[in-house]
């Protein structure tokens, strides 16, 4: 999701996506991703915007709309743990998608349940 608050305050400032990147050292596509909430962005990133911007961090902070889920698998091979952990960052549009798709499919087999016990 767009950081609206940061992009806001830098065009208040009058101060291009370009220097940001510069200033975090990245070239602008990135810092443009970072922006638009492709890419998350690190505290320290904030916070170097931040005091570039002459703002509290507080007031371009924008919170990340991703859960992250970790996998564990534990796979045992003989006498071998090749077990690994696996962190995936799952954006919150798809959680939502499934989440709306679960209450169809809950609220499916209600209704089958309810005809069922009519029959």
Not at 6 to 17: D, P
Not at 66 to 73: A, L, M, R, Y
């Amino acid at each position: 999701m767009e950081k609206q608050k940061l992009v806001q305050a830098r065009k208040q400032k009058g101060i291009t996506q370009k220097k940001i990147a510069e200033l975090l050292c990245m070239d602008v596509s990135n810092y443009n991703r970072k922006e638009k909430g492709k890419l998350s962005m690190r505290h320290e990133e904030w916070e170097k915007i931040a005091e570039y911007l002459g703002v509290p961090i507080e007031e371009i902070y924008e919170a990340e709309q991703q859960q992250i889920i970790i996998c564990k698998d534990q796979a045992i091979g003989i006498g071998v743990n090749n077990g690994t952990n696996n962190v995936y960052t799952i954006p919150e549009f798809i959680l939502e998608s499934q989440r709306k798709y679960i209450q169809k499919l809950e609220e499916e087999i209600k209704r089958l349940k309810a005809s069922d016990q009519k029959n």
